[in-house]
């Protein structure tokens, strides 16, 4: 995405394009184009290279304007100016005498000249406000009411007359203890990231992680969404059908951080997604996601290591002493739920099954499919912004660099996008106006770390008193952990031995009526299978990066 090098302005062109654009059928008639070309005002020749351009790429950003460096105008404000702005915007502006932008730039630019600063030109202060959210903004100039009728505008059930018109995704905490692979030991209860179809009812996708809800796991489970999973399926040994795919025309969520974080409001506009947010006190935003959720976890319960969601049903059982499956176990077994049980049971709003909804209603249906599934996931990856310095970029108190980088120095100082995975920070993405450029740490010695290691090493030196943080202390903290755990598995296992070949020289019992049950073996530890930067189910690494 180019959201470094484009105004607002513009992406509000290029959504309208996009818009117009994607009414247009497959084979262009001469009424459809004297449509297109008054609806764009552009001539013949320029619609065609928009048709084609949107095709081939199918993103938002494909119809920008083709301009290059910054845009006049549009640098930060002084932050004095700012403080001006900002000050006359609550105290005047946004309030119920409504005043006329005219008289609140006469306001801010009184004050401007008599602190010796130059005041913001009337267009400058206008796109200020345009940042501004603007159902707040009338909430507070002509009242509540009037702005949820204006940008509420949703009586009644929420309708989708389409497959993907409205998606719906939200997080819960599995009911369910999983354990580690190797050691069997309880690792905690996983976090469940799931999409549903309000149309049809079907599963669109999931993810599964032991991580809190982040814009990571949003963005993996939205690619589980949009890719065809028949690959995914067969990795797992799953032999029935998950037939859904496709880009959602909307997606309904909460409010929480991850939904509201900027990589994911502009990853939703580059693929021509409505956003929505579900307002507090209206439940039909979210009620079929909430039931869907409520259906899975009561399969989960079923399964041993379940904690219940009432400590009535829990009474004395001890979750984790029960724990069996491990994450990928689980995560096998909720595709099996969704594919081979939800789908395939009659649901009481649908009077049939929501797979035989999907296969009658699709066909109708106009999918959108990513052209580059690749970068379907980077552009909701989550993002920094960061000032190519003459070192290279600096991030997490780690310093990137990349051969490419060099031909940007010497630019004058703008920041740039930096997408990252937070499973492995061993490289990062930059978003450049020529493409994306892969960059490492600049000591490649450095080993793969998360992001969540990154940050317990950090806190592990705010604990011992150190206020200065520095790139090599994180990363000696971090493999010192390390070592930390891989001893303390290692004297377990060792004691564990000991204490089962002492049990060998008890004496045995007269009659012995226990049943012969063997010890279960510890399981292999798994093969290393590289940096899982942008791994997700159904993708290979080397797949995606052929020409490391």
């Known amino acids: 995405m180019s959201d470094n090098f484009s105004t607002d302005k513009d992406w509000e062109e290029a959504g309208y394009r996009a818009r117009v654009l994607a009414e247009l059928p497959a084979q262009l008639t001469q009424g459809n184009v004297d449509w297109a070309m008054r609806q764009l005002n552009v001539s013949r020749s320029t619609l065609f290279r928009l048709v084609k351009q949107f095709r081939e790429d199918g993103r938002t950003s494909a119809l920008l304007p083709d301009t290059r460096g910054p845009k006049p105008g549009m640098r930060p404000l002084n932050p004095a100016v700012e403080e001006i702005v900002t000050h006359h915007f609550k105290a005047f502006y946004a309030t119920r005498r409504k005043p006329t932008k005219t008289r609140f730039w006469r306001e801010v630019a009184a004050d401007c000249k008599a602190k010796g600063l130059a005041p913001p030109s009337i267009r400058r202060l206008g796109r200020w406000l345009d940042l501004k959210d603007q159902a707040k903004l009338m909430a507070r100039r002509e009242g509540k009411d009037k702005a949820e009728r204006r940008y ?140 869907l959720i409520g259906t899975v976890m009561g399969a989960v319960h079923l399964l041993p290591g379940s904690h219940f969601s009432n400590i009535f049903d829990r009474g004395d059982l001890d979750a984790e002493a029960e724990a069996v499956m491990t994450l990928d176990e689980l995560e096998t077994w909720l595709a099996l739920e969704i594919t081979g049980s939800y789908h395939a049971r009659v649901h009481s709003a649908l009077e049939t099954t929501p797979a035989v909804v999907w296969a009658t209603r699709v066909e109708e249906a106009q999918l959108r499919m990513p052209a580059d599934l690749r970068q379907f996931l980077v552009d909701f990856l989550p993002s920094e912004q960061r000032v190519l310095q003459r070192d290279g970029l600096h991030l997490f108190h780690i310093r990137y660099w990349a051969d490419e980088l ?122 290393g299978e590289g940096s899982p930067f942008l791994s997700h189910p159904g993708f290979k690494v080397e797949e995606w990066y052929e020409d490391d």
């Not at 740039?416 to 450049?432: A, C, E, G, H, M």
């Not at 490649?444 to 990154?454: K, S």
Request: a neutral charge; one cysteine or more.
């Open 152 to 291: 509420l505008a949703t009586p009644g059930m929420l309708v989708a007359n389409d497959p993907l018109d409205i998606v719906q995704i939200d997080h819960t905490r599995a009911d369910v203890t999983v354990v580690d692979p190797v050691t069997r030991r309880p690792l905690g209860r996983p976090t469940l990231t799931v999409a549903i179809d309000v149309n049809t009812r079907m599963v669109l996708g999931f993810y599964l992680s032991l991580e809190p809800p982040s814009l990571l796991a949003v963005a993996l489970c939205l690619t589980h969404v949009v890719m065809d999973k028949s690959h995914w399926l067969t990795a797992r040994g799953i032999s029935t059908d998950w037939p859904t795919r496709g880009i959602p025309n909307a997606i309904y969520v909460d409010n929480g951080a991850e939904f509201h974080a900027r990589a994911f409001q502009l990853a939703c506009s580059e693929y021509q997604i409505d956003l929505q947010y579900r307002p507090p006190g209206t439940p039909r935003y979210g009620g079929h996601i909430e039931r």
């Open 406 to 527: 060099r031909w940007l120095m010497g630019r004058e100082s703008r920041k740039f996008t930096l997408k990252y995975d937070p499973r492995d920070l061993s490289r990062i993405l930059v978003l450049t106006e020529n493409g994306i450029i892969e960059a490492k740490p600049a000591d490649l010695t450095r080993p793969a770390i998360t992001l969540w290691e990154h940050r317990a090493a950090r806190r592990a030196l705010r604990e011992a008193g150190r206020r200065s943080v520095d790139e090599e202390l994180i990363f000696r903290t971090i493999e010192a952990q390390r070592d930390l755990v891989d001893s303390a598995e290692r004297q377990t296992k060792a004691i564990r031995r000991h204490q089962a070949r002492r049990s060998h020289l008890a004496p045995l019992p007269m009659i012995d009526v226990t049943p012969d049950i063997a010890a279960p073996e510890a399981l292999p530890a798994p093969e």
